[in-house]
């Protein structure tokens, strides 16, 4: 279960989480020390930020969505930076 909220206490039961490692993408990985399971804090910030970066640079660059993306189609570039109406 990912931890979402910015705590050092484990969701399920409430101990103290320990630092253990990076996880692939470079964040910091949690476990709990008592019931052992690991988790990673989510940045939404972060995220939006990146997504907004990688949109000006495909509109004011001379790269194809898929180039920005590194994929074949481009797909996931649009779907991650389709406008959101709440």
């Known amino acids: 279960m990912p931890n979402t909220l910015n705590t050092t206490r484990c969701l399920l039961c409430g101990a103290k989480l320990v630092k253990n490692g990076k996880h692939p993408s470079g964040t910091?990985?949690?476990?709990?020390?008592?019931?052992?399971?690991?988790?990673?804090?989510?940045?939404?910030?972060?995220?939006?930020?990146?997504?907004l970066r990688e949109f000006v640079s495909w509109l004011t660059g001379k790269h194809s969505q898929p180039e920005i993306d590194g994929t074949q189609t481009g797909r996931s570039f649009r779907?991650?930076?389709?406008c959101r109406v709440s």
């Open 79 to 82: 779907r991650s930076v389709k």
């Open 28 to 51: 910091q990985r949690w476990r709990c020390t008592q019931c052992g399971t690991s988790s990673v804090r989510k940045r939404p910030d972060l995220t939006q930020r990146e997504q």
